[in-house]
């Protein structure tokens, strides 16, 4: 059996954990949704209220897939709204009733949905949040 130089194998393992690193999607809670759009290509695309970040500039609109862990919210956003079998045009958007974001922004944070957020490089640049334990 060959041994490997030790210089080079910790060459490997450093590249290892730097794509370990670059493997780990950062985790943001959605406080709720302000509304939804189609966009260009016919997607949805939806307003996210971020919690921990009041001011409207940090609000981002994100496609489905970004908010797929938040089937539950997801599932109450489109009861409030309604659905139907139309097809909408690229710009439409729709918003809950105050209500409803009432509902949502009042929940304590152990209740909130998380969000594994893949960014694609808009809107603000966010630190990690801390992950509520219950």
């Not at 999607?25 to 959605?30: D, F, G, M, S």
């Not at 609109?61 to 709204?81: D, G, V, Y």
């Not at 490089?121 to 992950?131: A, F, I, M, T, W």
Request: hydrophobic share 25%; with cysteine.
């Amino acid at each position: 059996m060959v041994s490997r130089p030790k210089k080079k194998a910790r060459v490997e393992v450093e590249e290892e954990e730097e794509e370990e690193e670059e493997d780990e999607e950062e985790e943001y809670q959605v406080e709720y949704l302000k509304g939804a759009k189609v966009d260009d290509d016919g997607e949805w695309r939806y307003l996210v209220k971020w919690h921990g970040y009041d001011e409207p500039k940090h609000d981002t609109w994100e496609p489905e897939e970004h908010i797929a862990n938040c089937q539950r919210l997801l599932a109450s956003f489109w009861q409030e709204i309604g659905t139907d079998d139309k097809d909408y045009d690229p710009g439409y958007q729709c918003a809950p009733s105050e209500a409803w974001i009432s509902l949502y922004f009042l929940r304590s944070p152990s209740e909130m949905d998380l969000m594994v957020s893949h960014r694609e490089g808009k809107g603000p640049v966010r630190s990690r949040q801390p992950r509520y334990e219950e």
